[in-house]
C-alpha cells in the first residue's frame, strides 16, 4: 500500500544532541512537508519542498534543516539550537501539480530526557 | 495574528445528533480549504474540502458549508457517531502556494 512512513515513533535526545527524523512516501509526490504540534496547538510549518534538491523555510523553521536528495525521502535533522524541542513531528506530502490534500504520516514524538 | 481561527477548542454531542464545527478566516486569498481529522498519537487524516468556486460539497455523512461574504466555513456531521470523537483541524490554502494555513482544531466528543 502507498503511503508515507515517519520513524521512529518515539525518539528521546540529550541536551546539546542532534536527531533526525526520517520521513519516506511512496506516492510518487513531489511535495513534501514538515509540521510541528504542540499541545492545544494547530499545525506549524517546519521547512517544505516542492522538488528534489530544493526546499524552504516555514514560520518556524530556526533550529532545524532539511534534506531532499530523494523524492521519497524528506528527513528533518533538529539541532542543538532548537531551544524547546520537545514536540509532535508530522510529516506529509502532496502531489505538487494538483489541489489533492496533504497525506500525512503518524508522526515521531520527540523528548528531551 | 491566526488567519485561521477555530474558536471553539471543544464540543459535545449527543450519537445519531448533528456536530456543526466551525471555521473562520481572515484572508481574502484563501480559495481552497480543507478539514482534517486527528486521533491522539497518529497524522492527521483529509476529510473533506471545499473551493472558493462553490458554496457547498457533501460526502456521506459529511458536508462543509463556504460563506465567503463573512469569511466562514463550517462542517457538518450527521448523524454523528462515536466514531467521530476527534480533533479537527480547518486550514486553507491560497492559488499556487502550496502552504496550508491552519486552525487551531476544534475537539469533538460524540457521547453514545
Known amino acids: 500500500d502507498g503511503g508515507i512512513t515517519q520513524s521512529p515513533k518515539y525518539l528521546f535526545r540529550k541536551e546539546g544532541q542532534n536527531v533526525t527524523l526520517s520521513c519516506e512516501q511512496n506516492?510518487?509526490?513531489?511535495?513534501m512537508y514538515w509540521y510541528r504540534q504542540d499541545p492545544g496547538q494547530g499545525l506549524r510549518l517546519i521547512y517544505y519542498?516542492?522538488?528534489?534538491?530544493?526546499?524552504q523555510k516555514g514560520d518556524i523553521a530556526e533550529g532545524y534543516s532539511v534534506s531532499r536528495e530523494k523524492k521519497e525521502s524528506f528527513p528533518l535533522t533538529v539541532t542543538s539550537a532548537q531551544k524547546n524541542p520537545t514536540a509532535f513531528y508530522l510529516c506529509?506530502?502532496?502531489?505538487?501539480?494538483?489541489?489533492?490534500?496533504?497525506?500525512f504520516g503518524d508522526g515521531t514524538r520527540l523528548s528531551i530526557l | 495574528d491566526q488567519q485561521v481561527k477555530q474558536n471553539s477548542p471543544s464540543l459535545s454531542v449527543q450519537e445519531g445528533r448533528i456536530s456543526i464545527l466551525n471555521c473562520d478566516y481572515t484572508?481574502?486569498?484563501?480559495?481552497?480549504f480543507l478539514w482534517y481529522k486527528k486521533y491522539p498519537a497518529e497524522g492527521p487524516t483529509f476529510l473533506i474540502s471545499?473551493?472558493?468556486i462553490k458554496d457547498k460539497n457533501e460526502d456521506g455523512r459529511f458536508t462543509v458549508f463556504l460563506n465567503k461574504s463573512a469569511k466562514h466555513l463550517s462542517l457538518h456531521i450527521v448523524p454523528s457517531q462515536p466514531g467521530d470523537s476527534a480533533v479537527y483541524f480547518c486550514?486553507?490554502?491560497?492559488?499556487?502556494?502550496?502552504?496550508?494555513?491552519w486552525g487551531l482544531g476544534t475537539s469533538l466528543a460524540v457521547n453514545p
Open positions: 506529509a506530502s502532496k502531489d505538487r501539480a494538483s489541489n489533492q490534500p496533504q497525506h
Open positions: 506516492l510518487n509526490h513531489d511535495a
Open positions: 519542498s516542492q522538488i528534489v534538491n530544493d526546499f
Open positions: 484572508n481574502s486569498m484563501f480559495d481552497y
Open positions: 471545499i473551493s472558493s
Open positions: 486550514a486553507a490554502g491560497a492559488g499556487n502556494n502550496r502552504k496550508l494555513i
